[in-house]
């Protein structure tokens, strides 16, 4: 997460390279077609991790309700071959970062942890 | 630049002891310890009010004293909640770097719960006080309050302090003679047995009502005054004006309220008592001395009225105790033991609070010195009695000096004392039983009036 972070900022504080890119890289989401059976990219994140197993469990009631309606359903589409409605489609400004705030804090904490772990009083 | 740790990394070797290895500032509470040994000093730090005294000791401690206990509670449960997310993450630090920091300079962190309080305290070494009134008030103006650290850490601990104070029937008691006593506001329990629908909104609406100036004190014991009100001034500066919560009017009722349980037998008698402060009244403080029941003596059971009584039935323990509020205060006995001595012993218990109309001078002599003791135990210990002087700072903007209350303490005759029982036993009395009430007696089996 801290590496995907890293590059995207450093994209991000460079207007030339990011108005270059930009364009791409919606194009590549239009492709890859996960939103057109209804999933926002972070439902997409590898969740066989204990990080982002804590992170899941600290979602807001409302947010982890959304995200198991977004797999059922995106599921569903998998298993009869269909695409949903092109009006159900999650739109580009619908998927945002939503999993990834308490991702970051939880790899904060773990690197606070390991940093007082191997610390030496001088 | 700090002599005090110096002297204690040489080896203790009570260097400290000295007037001479202390800088010259504090040398003058040790000029003359038979008149004032420790001087309560007050003041205002940019509207936070701060009271501190300094013995030169080289540990120090810190409270903060909140007027945001269990009586003034919106929810139930509430005050509890708050109090178990102390030291929690904050906006300058996460949780686990206060902990793993105050570790690592050796200090002490608590926080306490009563009807009346929450404090947040720190016990330190004596050079470490601005990092921990940095801390503190971090912790009062800025904890974030995140709804994860209260899934995954208060509701479990808090759990577990109710857990842990609900098997000691001795707590429940005195709980149910509360909710006789008061009914309402400190009739309430003190913990969060029942958590009704609140979360961290709530917690910090309360945290926002309750966390102003008029609402808390600091209060420091074993640090220079005008340290502690230089770094107060700087570090709390963001606790705002406000109002004062209020509670319930304490009116007493007294009665009776029993309930069952399986991990013992405790039956709590209490009375109206002593509010804390300027209005202090000292001959009840000296009646539960003169009752007494906690023994000083290793192997005797002391020579206390009560302590006469648990001679006779072993297994069976009382204590006689006030307990001040900011306008109010119970004084109780608490009798535990198992269930057919209990029924025997009760009865006996009641006798001796009647028995006070008989004491002797020498009794009388005797709870004086022991009360004095006490106090001063409590006022020269670091970590002790700094609630109650918070409490009464917050509550009235005094604090009544050692001295007068040794003063009042001395000044109780055997005719107030003998008057304080006989208008207790008059009144009427706040009865909790706890444990097998098959056997258990009711209030006016014993000859208390409910």
Sequence with gaps: MAAVKKISSYIIARPALYNFIRPIAERYCELSGYRKVGLMYEDLLREETHTVQLALKRLPPRLAYDRAFRIRRALQCSVTHTLLPKDEWIKPEEDVPYLSPYIEEIEKEESERKMFDSMTRK | ?450
């Excluded at chain 2, 103006?141 to 609900?166: C, G, Q, S, W």
């Excluded at chain 2, 005797?366 to 210990?381: G, H, M, P, S, V």
């Excluded at chain 2, 258990?440 to 208390?448: E, F, H, K, N």
């Design chain 2, 1 to 450: 630049m700090f002599p005090v740790r110096n002297a204690v990394a040489r080896g203790v070797s009570r260097q400290w002891l000295r007037p001479s290895s202390l800088s010259l500032q504090h040398s003058r509470a040790f000029a003359s310890p038979a008149s004032a040994p420790f001087t309560y000093e007050v003041s205002e730090a940019a509207g936070t009010k701060v009271v501190s005294k300094d013995t030169g000791s080289p540990t120090a401690s810190l409270a903060v004293v909140i007027k945001a206990g269990s009586r003034y509670q919106p929810l139930p449960g509430l005050s509890h909640a708050l109090e178990h997310f102390a030291f929690k993450s904050t906006l300058k630090r996460s949780a686990l770097f206060i902990t793993r920091e105050v570790e690592l300079m050796g200090g002490v962190l608590e926080t306490s719960l009563s009807r009346e309080n929450i404090v947040y305290k720190a016990r330190f070494l004596r050079g470490d006080l601005p990092y921990f009134t940095e801390l503190l008030g971090d912790v009062v103006t800025r904890t974030k309050l995140v709804p994860y650290e209260y899934t995954e850490r208060v509701i479990p601990t808090m759990e577990n302090e109710v857990a842990l104070a609900y098997s000691d029937p001795s707590f429940v008691a005195l709980e149910a003679a509360h909710a006789s006593a008061y009914h309402h506001g400190l009739g309430l329990d003190k913990l969060s047995v029942v958590r009704k629908n609140f979360g961290v909104e709530e917690i910090g609406e309360f945290a926002a009502a309750a966390f102003n100036q008029s609402n808390l004190a600091v209060v420091g014991s074993g640090v220079p005054h005008a340290e502690l009100s230089k770094y107060t001034t700087e570090f709390f500066a963001d606790v705002p004006a406000g109002e004062t919560l209020k509670a319930h009017a304490p009116t007493y009722y007294g009665g009776e309220s029993r309930a069952w349980s399986k991990s013992g037998n405790a039956v709590v008698i209490a009375f109206p008592g002593s509010a804390g402060g300027p209005a202090f009244k000292a001959e009840l403080n000296i009646l539960s001395y003169v009752l007494g029941g906690q023994s000083t003596i290793k192997w005797s059971p002391g020579n206390s009225l009560l302590g006469k009584v648990t001679e006779k039935f072993p297994g069976v323990s009382a204590v006689s105790k006030n307990i001040t509020y900011s306008d109010t205060g119970l004084f109780y006995i608490s009798v535990d033991g198992p269930a057919p001595t209990l029924v025997k012993a009760l009865p006996e218990v009641v006798n001796a609070i009647k028995s006070v109309a008989n004491i002797t001078a020498e009794d009388l002599k005797r709870a004086i010195q022991n009360a004095k003791f006490d106090f001063y135990t409590a006022a020269e210990e670091n970590a002790l009695s700094m609630e109650s002087i918070g409490q009464s700072i917050v509550a009235t903007g005094k604090v009544p000096q050692v001295q007068e209350s040794i003063k009042a303490l001395e000044s109780v005759t055997l005719d107030s004392v003998k008057k304080a029982a006989s208008t207790i036993l008059a009144g009427k009395a706040a009865v909790g039983t706890v444990g097998d009430l098959h056997i258990l007696p009711y209030a006016t089996d014993i000859g208390l009036n409910v």
